[in-house]
């Protein structure tokens, strides 16, 4: 009897390490795209008009590849940035729509626009505009009072 429950985990499901409960703790923290997390920057259109803002968010990202409830198989974990533009007019109070303003990056792509951000350019649609990134507390301030997003919070919750 003993033996038996010493085979079942805390849950009272058999542990076995083929069938892994979490996803695979491979490390990203050294991509260089988490330099860049919860940050905002300002943006230049190439005639020095003021475009907006730029919000990226960093996290990673983890496909299941097969498997069902607690028999999951996990693929390689992919850095993934979430990039929320916040255009000058609507900043003013003009609406479009969320789909326009929002960017998911990962992989070559990621690679690519982490260079170019590094070096103070944001390409989007065609467009090179000029980034002056904010600083970590100027942009928590901006973030915080003009749109309501507590970025101070979401740099807690994924640390």
Known sequence: MRERIAAYG???VVQNSAMPWTS?????AGHAAYAFDCRVGE???PHDE???HVVVIVGTHWSRVGGRLWWRRWGRPTVVADLTLVPADREQGLWVSD???ERNLSGE???IAVASWASGELTLDDTVYTVEW???E???TKALEQWGWDLSAQRLRTK
């Open 10 to 12: 805390v849950a009272g």
């Open 138 to 140: 100027a942009g928590d």
């Open 99 to 101: 789909e326009e303003f």
């Open 50 to 52: 003021q475009a907006g």
């Open 43 to 45: 943006l230049t259109r």
């Open 134 to 136: 904010l600083s970590v």
């Open 109 to 111: 792509d990621l690679d």
């Open 24 to 28: 695979p703790d491979t490390d990203t």
